[in-house]
């Protein structure tokens, strides 16, 4: 395995991972505070250009939860009194928003979305003009920004909204435009579960024009019931139905649609790290496979990495996040990279993860080979894993001498045989506890004293643990229904 360098960035006051996410109605997920990010964004973005020739644009989508239509209200007049342009986009998957700005020649993209969580929580994602997700600089500009008092530009200089219209047509045509030859689903069927989310209005009717039967599964947003039991991170509805119909497979999308996970059509979940061996398989057979190889996380499965080395692809590690698999992409020259939980970036259609445009690539493979799904996964062979989110009440040093014994005992038993992974979450106030081997039953059992080790660190009672502390074991969800 080789490992991408991992830059190293002060601590940000609102960014995390992935753009800044929190419950909605708590500080600074607030609609005053949203005006006062719109105003700062657009300020940083005025103050950056050498002139002002003419007015920035700064387009704006979101998903289908309801705080959204206050969360663009008011980032639209931050944005206003910046003396920028808001483009409204509506409801919009986060992947979209990249080709949009290229589009609609705007400079930056604002996605009004916390991506997989319920409708009480809500959040920002931002895009450059370039497509990427905005760099350590820009988040500390703007931060340092929002620190300053708000003010408003001269009547005559105050930006003027505008709605985009045709926004769905682009964004269809420009997915259209990522197929690398003729794709003809006549004869499939198969189930599309939107999750209440932002692809329920695209998603079905693209798939339908290449001649697939598409059933429809949580295609009805309401403004509550965004992930609420179904889509990526929910899959026994998708897995049911699948079943059910006969389907012969299954694509499951999240809030935001950034992520794609699949059901094969014994009922079997592939996920994010089988989807990312199938594209770089079939990548590898075309010949379009870089000498980069393919980027994972730190939270890739140990049987992606084997996998990658018995079929002589060259495979690295990147920090968790998908701003920092694209950066460890670009640096080794990767054309796929990717995370477990099926964010996956195909670098030749697109800059970001892209659940659509992966769902048309692994379509595209299933074509080429003439294979089922469930036989084209069948190359890698997954580790039992198991990832236990630990809640704390405040930020708990990984360092601490417990912590590191307890992390120091369990990779002495495991050797070369398996990892173990501690890290912060970036998106809500959880200790991450991994550890993957062999033996399913001493993995969780590692895996469980570990996570009992942060708590008494984090200084959470034993009552507060076993209500809160939740665990997936994601070595077996490949396991049919």
């Known amino acids: 395995m080789a490992k991408s360098k991992r830059k190293i960035v002060k601590k940000k006051r609102y960014f995390g991972t992935d753009g800044i996410r929190g419950k909605v109605g708590v500080p600074p997920i607030s609609a005053d505070w949203a005006l006062k990010l719109g105003w700062a964004l657009g300020r940083v973005l005025m103050e950056s250009q050498a002139s002002e020739p003419k007015k920035l644009r700064v387009l704006i989508g979101k998903d289908t939860r309801i705080s959204g239509y206050m969360f663009e209200s008011a980032l639209e007049a931050g944005l206003c009194a910046a003396g920028v342009n808001p483009g409204l986009l509506g409801p919009m998957p986060t992947p979209a928003i990249p080709c949009l700005i290229a589009s609609l020649d705007a400079q930056a993209g604002i996605v009004i979305s916390a991506s997989h969580n319920r409708y009480t929580d809500n959040g920002f994602k931002f895009f450059s003009a370039a497509g990427t997700k905005f760099s350590d600089e820009m988040e500390y500009a703007i931060e340092k920004k929002l620190g300053e008092p708000m003010t408003t530009v001269s009547a005559v200089e105050l930006g003027k909204a505008f709605r985009v ?72 509805g998708l897995q049911a139905k699948v079943l059910e119909t006969k389907a012969d497979l299954g694509l499951a999308f999240d809030g935001d649609g950034d992520r794609l996970m699949m059901v094969d059509q014994t009922g079997a979940v592939v996920d994010g790290d089988e989807l990312l061996f199938i594209l770089a398989k079939w990548y590898q057979m075309r010949g379009s496979l870089t000498s980069g190889g393919i980027v994972g996380t730190a939270m890739s499965n ?72 469930h036989e084209l996964k069948l190359g890698m062979t997954k ?37 173990v992974l501690l890290r912060s979450s970036g998106t809500e106030p959880v200790v991450r506890v991994m550890v993957e081997g062999q033996d399913a039953e001493k993995v969780a059992e590692l895996a469980k004293n570990l996570a009992e080790t942060v708590q008494q660190v984090a200084g959470m009672t034993a009552a507060e643990g076993a209500a809160n502390v939740g665990m997936i074991d994601l070595g077996l969800a490949s396991s049919a229904l």
């Open 165 to 236: 219209v045709d926004a769905v047509s682009r964004y269809r045509q420009f997915c259209t435009s990522t197929l690398t030859g003729p794709l003809d689903l006549s004869g499939y069927k198969i189930v599309v579960d939107c999750a209440h989310g932002a692809t329920y209005h695209i998603a079905p009717a693209l798939f339908r024009q290449w001649g697939a039967e598409i059933l429809e599964l949580n295609v009805k947003p309401d403004g509550l019931n965004i992930n609420e039991a179904c889509g990526a991170t929910n899959l026994k």
């Open 383 to 419: 580790y039992p894993q198991v990832l236990i989110n630990v809640p704390i009440r405040d930020n708990v040093s990984l360092e601490e001498v417990r912590i590191k014994t307890a992390v120091a005992a369990a990779e002495a038993y495991l050797k070369d045989s398996g990892r």
């Open 302 to 373: 140990f049987g992606l990495e084997k996998a990658c080395i018995e079929a002589n692809i060259p495979f690295y590690r990147a920090q968790v996040g998908d701003r920092y698999v694209l950066e460890a992409m670009q640096s080794c020259g990767a054309m796929l990279g990717g995370e477990s939980s099926g964010h996956l970036i195909c670098l030749d259609a697109s800059t970001t993860g892209d659940g659509i445009i992966s769902a048309l690539r692994i379509l595209e493979s299933l074509q080429a080979q003439n294979k089922p799904l």
